[in-house]
């Protein structure tokens, strides 16, 4: 809840007050959920009996009006609409309403309902990141199983294709959110001097629009799956169950719910900075959020376009995709990149971020080369948008634009290189604090320079002839996808842990979680860029009997990795409840996170802050922040 | 903080970074040159030995940037080190940045681009000149999970490839329902199968034996078993075969 105007100017008589809050302080995730079942229900009935003439319960059109039915209901039960139906009734919120929905004094029931305060939306991010995290994390595990024979004897085709594709959204989804959603929520808005996000309501509505956005893609399993891999290119995605039907739903969802976040998160960077926060002074972290939220509200609506457009063609009898109507798959592919490759650094950005911010705290040094960093992750921004045909390569859409792209692609390792440069810049003679998040970024290093250098390969036309397709691709994502920005939101948590729970993860059990992790990964990846060397294609239940033993290692490597997570999940779960107590700047840290109070209050600040420097100032005899009392904020 | 720590960690020991920089640099390439073109398959074509030649390339030239982040990183994880206990060391030094080895950094990146660049476009140049010189045309056509093969101004159509040594050959390819990707593993080539589309790719088989065709593009239920072989034989037993199959 943001403070614009002081309470007498609000024109509410108390009967209004009240009027809009009766029904809506009853909601919580349970109505959601029976509005969600409820108007699904109601959307699987009318289509079942209005709109399909086959008369099957499972057809397109029914499962797609079911799953559209889900959405609005679960919003509705969830209270995401009260702000509009009441305006449309000619009222506003009161303040107490206004107050009630950021959570005030409601203790652990705020986490269950339609709550403003960012603090609360972050910790609800991160908690569901988790849970979509180890649902695609359970998948990894069968799809290595499946593996460790050459014969694709364990699961039946249908179910093991469904793995990995239901692998691929879900955890692409995951890594979206990992950082900008917990972190990006409850930490940067108190870096900028927030009181809150510039849109609390928006805020809420994009982390339920997530939740609305998980029933449809988790039920994908329950309705016979997806036969297509994350990319779903069509036209197989046309042929292919109703399963598809609810992922097609399941992803607009969640890209209405990215460009909500992505939207909310630029404003208050713009606008909710405190007195003295210039760009300048502002820390790296913010700033990888901002620019990751750009790039997505530039992509992430090209997804949403090729599902819909989708949609219409299993749904409408279009012919978008399909040859014989005059359309085309190149039209799919080039739809899907546009967002594919973009998104792969939406990711990555905020991970960077937080990894910056985590080197300058634990060696004791100012950030090196801030404003060269920043250029560094505008120009990746910039280049992003234009090096998505490189996915392409061998599909023969414009072979003439292979050296176009080939060129755009290799650029963008210059500005990434850069951002390897302020890292090891920042370690470089420092007084280096061996504590566990800083053990995470040292893994990001290592992690980083493979994902990051067998990228530079395949942005090669003649190597990607080679490759395309093929596990060596698939071992070079997972080095960034996990390897880096896995291990840099870890690093994160481990960071930035006290500030939200007040405790320490333990330090003992979080480095046997860290080296499972580390040597999990390097296990598992490098034994699979051996897989795709030899010709290993991607997406396949059997392959040549001469890459067993390859597979082999790679399955025993999963599996040490699975150990990592579920220690790390443990310790989370332990250390949040008798975690280690920490006070509220354990890491000595400038930025003006670590100046509030642990628990952080309602609205962040006891007083606001003023700004005189950057927060890089280590070995430097400059204060940061001076706090002033001429405050005008309320409701604490 | 004791003073000869201090004194540890005022000074840079450049001997022992950049040592660990060349062993790390060394180790790198010699694993280039012998583990890459071990794990690939054997070339049976000039486009795959290329192909191999350029991810060897790229691995060498790889080598000394991914070695000098990890020296930096190890030779900090040595020397930088100022403990893990419950209160930070004094803070660093005040390094907020240097404009020489920030400019250093880009253009030496820089160069190595242009350079990857350069290798690329001449080896895309090379295959291409290839192309144009091929009149030997193979229709190739992807289904959900079979490949078939047809040899205009014949009658010949197969479920496996027969081509002859030395000669280029053109594939045109599309398919009769999803995307497939075609590619003969040992050769190099690669092109996606696309339904009402017609895509080429050129190659010269330059190696006798029997290779390996695989569809490279998701296209279903049994994606993973849609293989096929080619078989490379002389020019002669190739006519021999052609005609046979005409009978």
Redesign the interface.
Known sequence: MTITSPPAATPLTPGEASAGGGLMRRLNLLTGLGGGVGLALVGFLLTHFLLDSSGSYFSDRVTTLTFIGWDVGFLLGIGAFNGPINWARGRDLSDDDALFLAGKDQGKSRYWRYCTDHKVVGVQYLIMTMVILFAGGALAMLIRLELTTPN?DLFN??TY?SFFGMHGILMVAGLIVAVTGPFGNFIMPIMLGARDMAFPRLNALSFWLLVAAAGPLLAVFAIGGI???W?T?A??SI?DHIGMDAMAVGVVTFIASTTVAGVNIIATFITMRTKGMTLERLPIFPWGVMISSAIGLFAMPFFAAGMLLLLCDRTLGTTFY???GGG???LWENLFWLMGHPEVYVILLPGVGAVLEIATV???????????VIGGMTGIAFLSVIVWAHHMF???WAPAL??PF??TT??I??PT??I??SL??T?????????LPMVWV?GV??NF??GG?TG??L?????D??M???MFVVAHFHYVLVGSVLFGAIAALTFWFPKVTGRFID?KMGRIAFWLMFLGVQITFLSMF?AG???M????????KALTDSNLISTFGGFVMMAGMLVELYLIVICWRRGKPAGPNP??AKTLDWQTPTPVPLENFLVTPVVTSDP?????STTPVTETTNTTKKGL | MTNENKEK?GK?RWGELITVWLVLTILTVTGSLTI?PH???RAASS??H??IL??VV??VT?AP??SF??A??AY??RN?????GD????????????NV??IV??VV??FL?VF??V???A??SS?SSAAANSTFKVDVTGQQWLWTFHYPGTSVTTESLYLPEGKTVTFE?TSL???H?F?I?QM?????A????V???SVTPDKLGTF?V????????????MTTQVHVVTPTKYHAWLQAQQA
């Open positions: 694709g085709a249908e294709n036969s297509d891999g990319s290119y036209p197989l042929q399909l040859a014989f085309s798959d190149w634990f060696a004791r040094k100012p950030l090196f080369g801030h404003k060269v061998t599909t023969g292979n050296g080939m060129l290799e650029l390792s210059i290189g850069v390897i440069l090891i810049g370690l470089w003679r420092g007084h280096i604090w061996m504590r040292f290093i290592w320079i493979i250098i530079i390969y942005s090669d036309v003649p190597v002839n080679q395309h397709g093929t330090e051996a060397l030899a010709g294609p991607r997406r396949v239940a059997g392959y040549a890491w000595h890089y100032g280590y070995g430097e | 960690q840079l890459i794990l690939m398959p486009t795959m290329l192909n350029t991810v790229f691995s790889a940037v991914g982040v990890y930096i990183a900090g994880l930088w080190r100022a403990g893990s209160e930070p060391p004094a803070d660093g030094p005040p390094l907020r940045g240097n080895v920030t950094w880009i990146s820089t681009c990857l660049l290798w690329g476009l080896a895309l295959d390819v329902d999803v995307v990707g590619w593993e190099g080539v690669k092109i996606d696309n339904p009402g589309e895509t080429t790719i390996d695989r569809c490279t593009e998701f296209c279903g239920l049994y994606h993973a078993f």
